[in-house]
């Protein structure tokens, strides 16, 4: 919906850009299985396992030595300096100055625009993606103007020159994310290279979302995916967004950080301090032994996703109908099959005929239509039994 679209507003409306915002399709399929016991939820973005039981014992023991406090904006000096030490490790050195702790990526991502939107400026996404990268700029006011990932025989491609020719020197920011939910597209380095250099021609910043740097599977000798981080200077126009809740399954704790250039630190501050103050201390202290003693976790993780997604790439594959390619990074397959032209009407048939819970392609733009989204971060046995529901619909439809 755009704004000239709405409705004529009442005294008591939210303002246009907010009441413009598109709401969650996840959450209309989600509802539309509202009622059903027996649903196997692949739609959202977390895995079905808990957080690590060091991870929960370092929250535990903070919350006993009476760590319930505020704390500095930008975070504890422990988890800060951890952090620092984490990037530096992956991606070359980075002090403390250069980090920031938030109430996970999404705040993150919000902080990141805030810092450098404002009302009119013009911001560049490529998409499919995560609805959150593209409708953050609008709340405070930004055009966003979006560059579709192709799709076909080497699965989602990026077409880098018509990614340059929307980077216009008329363009703020331009909004990243790679690896790419929904899609599993992960930028090259060289491509991270070029668009680099042409922002910095240009004076355009980049937020590089890379809260799924640890969930790359194209080179098993990588401990990340590439990452701006790798070419940028510290003190430039670089923002980028990380968090806790996919390398070490803390979705639900709510902490994430931001690598930035130390000259931005100041001001970042004051926006944490209007939005959340701090990320809870105890929360905070989790942070640490995640970053700490959390390498070999993140490493098995990323074998255990490899696994699952090249299980249920090949079950998917073998379904009459379906085009089905292993991504390279994430935690989702995006694929097309019989339907999904209307994917938002086949997603909520899915769930009500034989309960089976998938994301919608439109869910993340209309560049997305056609697809579903199946995060496999499950079991292989209820990938198993998600598979057999498909099938059984695809049957049940024709297929
Ligand atoms: C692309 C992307 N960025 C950021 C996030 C934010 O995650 P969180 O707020 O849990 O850190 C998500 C969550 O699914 C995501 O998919």
């Given at each position: 919906m755009s704004e000239s679209d709405l409705p004529k507003p009442l005294l008591?409306?939210?303002?246009d850009a907010v009441r413009a915002l598109r709401p969650s399709q996840i959450r209309e399929v989600a509802n539309a299985g509202f009622?059903?016991?027996d649903v196997l939820p692949f739609?959202?973005?977390?895995?079905d396992r808990v957080t690590p039981q060091f991870i929960r014992d370092a929250a535990s023991n903070a919350l006993a030595t009476g760590a319930t406090f505020y704390t500095h904006n930008l975070g504890i000096a422990p988890l800060r300096e951890a952090l620092a030490g984490y990037v530096s490790s992956l991606h070359g050195p980075t002090t403390v100055d250069n980090i920031a702790v938030t109430s996970a990526g999404v705040n993150a991502l919000m902080l990141a625009a805030q810092l450098v939107v404002g009302a009119g400026d013009r911001v560049v996404a490529v998409t499919p993606l995560w609805p959150n990268l593209v409708e953050i700029p609008k709340i405070l006011g930004a055009h966003v103007e979006t560059v579709a990932l192709g799709y076909g025989a080497q699965g989602w491609t990026l077409d880098l020159d018509r990614l340059l020719a929307a980077l216009?020197?008329?363009?703020k920011l331009l909004m990243l994310n790679s690896?790419?939910?929904?899609?599993g597209w992960v930028m090259s380095r060289d491509q991270q290279r070029t668009v680099l250099e042409h922002c910095r021609r240009h004076g355009i910043w980049i937020v590089a979302d890379?809260?799924?740097?640890?969930?790359?599977?194209?080179?098993?000798?990588?401990?990340?995916?590439?990452?701006f981080l790798d070419l940028a200077?510290?003190?430039?126009?670089v923002i980028c967004v990380n968090s806790f809740s996919k390398a070490w399954l803390m979705?639900?704790?709510?902490l994430g950080w931001i690598v930035a250039p130390a000259a931005l630190m100041d001001d970042l501050a004051k926006l944490v301090e209007y939005n959340?103050?701090?990320?809870p201390a105890f929360v905070q202290q989790a942070g640490i032994a995640a970053v700490q003693q959390g390498e070999g976790f993140a490493q098995e993780l990323a074998g255990e996703l490899r696994g699952a997604r090249d299980h249920l790439v090949q079950a998917l594959g073998a379904l009459p109908g379906v085009d089905v390619k292993a991504p390279p990074?994430?935690?989702?397959v995006f694929f097309s099959l019989p339907?999904?032209?209307r994917s938002l009407e086949l997603c909520k048939a899915l769930v009500r005929e034989v309960g089976l819970g998938l994301a919608p392609g439109?869910?993340?733009?209309?560049?997305?239509?056609?697809f579903v989204r199946w995060c496999y971060a499950c079991d292989p046995h209820r990938l198993d039994a998600g598979v057999e529901r498909l099938q059984r619909f695809l049957s049940q439809h024709g297929g």
């Open positions: 008591s409306n939210a303002r009622g059903i016991a739609w959202f973005g977390e895995s216009t020197p008329q363009t690896p790419n939910n929904p899609t890379e809260v799924y740097e640890r969930l790359y599977y194209a080179d098993p000798a990588a401990r990340t995916a590439p990452s200077a510290r003190d430039e126009h979705t639900g704790w709510r959340t103050s701090c990320a990074g994430a935690m989702y339907g999904a032209a439109s869910a993340f733009g209309p560049e997305g239509e056609g």
